[in-house]
């Protein structure tokens, strides 16, 4: 079965600084990746995904994210932070057949210090 | 705004109680997600539907059911209620296998 891993709970970061946040999966296959945000008390927003391709992916908000196959890894990335970005990310992976479900990590808080 | 609505926004209940939550998607998604959202479990998918059609099943409780209609709004149905069904559930619809869009959600608070 399929698992992501997102090991920073907590991230506190100062406006203007770069971001990463990190997310590490397992699943046999080249599977789905995907970033979301959530704001407190709203549902969650689609940042940006990888399904084949260039492994350097764009999305909304000026976010990136790069897929290594070589690290299982799917990491997000913002150059400067805005004090609008304090959220909680969450990666997910979905599976590559049959059925979409997604498995999501745990999640990062990000704080962003003025 | 994602196009998936919710309702209702929150739902405050006694244990052993039914309730529905319903979703609709966006125009023209056929796939229909349900997950689950707590502090101890985290995001969990439930149950996915496509076209009417049940697709894939994930940590669903016997007590809960959904269905997807002729109009591709989906209900799911949580009954005897209990204190730790407390969460938030969400819906997600998608264009077959591509990417999810996720609704506002349904905060259900069981006393």
């Known amino acids: 079965a399929q698992s992501v891993t997102q090991p920073d709970i907590h991230i506190t970061v100062s406006e203007g600084a770069s971001l990463e946040l990190r997310c590490n999966y397992s699943?046999?296959?080249?599977?789905?990746l995907f970033w979301y945000v959530q704001s407190p008390g709203q549902g969650l927003q689609l940042l940006l995904k990888y399904f084949s391709g260039d492994t350097l992916v764009q999305g909304i908000k000026g976010f990136e994210a790069e897929f290594k196959r070589s690290q299982s890894s799917f990491n997000l990335r913002k150059p400067s932070v805005h004090w609008s970005d304090a959220a909680e990310y969450f990666c997910a992976v979905g599976l590559t057949g049959g059925g979409n479900k997604l498995t999501f990590g745990t999640g990062t808080q990000l704080k962003v210090e003025l | 705004d994602s196009g998936v609505t919710q309702t209702p926004k929150h739902l405050i209940t006694a244990t052993g109680q039914r309730v529905t939550l319903r979703c609709s998607p966006r125009?023209?998604?056929?796939?229909v997600y349900w997950y689950q959202q707590s502090l101890d479990q985290g995001l969990q998918f439930l149950i996915q539907?496509?076209?009417?059609?049940?697709?894939a099943k994930g940590n669903i409780l016997e007590r809960f059911s959904a269905q997807q209609f002729p109009d591709l709004h989906s209900e799911l149905n949580l009954s005897s209620l209990e204190l730790g069904d407390s969460a938030l559930y969400f819906c997600?619809?998608?264009?077959?296998?591509?990417?999810?869009?996720f609704g506002p959600g349904t905060r259900l608070t069981v006393t």
């Open positions: 125009s023209g998604d056929l796939s």
């Open positions: 997600a619809s998608s264009v077959g296998n591509t990417e999810q869009y």
């Open positions: 539907y496509y076209n009417g059609e049940e697709r």
């Open positions: 699943y046999g296959a080249t599977p789905y």
